[in-house]
């Protein structure tokens, strides 16, 4: 039997993280770190199109909040999987460890396992939506 408690805790505890982690990368990353216009010049270094930095920032900045605060968590880190999947994309070829020159890929797939777990789990315990009446609870087995 799964303490009901405990999992809501644990939901809250990997949803907060994975929030903290999706606005480090687009805040202090992509806009103080690299600026938007450097990260749109390597998302172009890349042959992808200068604008998918943009898309990509927007949708870790608004996604990190919505996770953060506990917004519609399941469809948020269902929607930020592709994100990640494109991080897994342009660090596959630089090995395993993210420490390795450009990046490994274990992070980005570990987020996206994170990610996939917390659209299974749900909001979990001191989510916003609670306050409207919506179950913060993760789903039961």
Same mark, same amino acid.
């Given at each position: 039997m799964i303490d009901q408690k405990n999992a809501a805790i644990a939901a809250f505890a990997l949803r907060l993280s994975l929030g903290v982690m999706y606005l480090a990368h687009s805040i202090i990353l992509k806009y103080m770190t690299f600026t938007l216009v450097g990260t749109a010049q390597f998302f172009e270094s890349l042959?992808?199109?200068a604008? =998918?930095?943009? =898309?990509t920032f927007a949708a870790e900045a608004l996604g990190g909040v919505a996770l953060v605060v506990g917004?519609?968590?399941? =469809?948020?880190?269902l929607a930020l999987i592709p994100v990640l999947l494109g991080a897994f994309w342009v660090h596959a070829g630089n090995g395993w460890v993210f420490s390795a020159a450009n990046g490994g890929w274990e992070y980005p797939l570990? =987020?996206?396992v994170a990610s996939g777990i917390v659209a299974l789990l749900g909001n979990g315990a001191f989510a916003i939506e609670s306050a409207f009446g919506k179950s913060a609870q993760p789903v039961r087995a």
């Open positions: 042959g992808l199109p604008a =998918l930095a943009y =898309l917004f519609k968590s399941r =469809l948020v880190s570990f =987020l996206i």
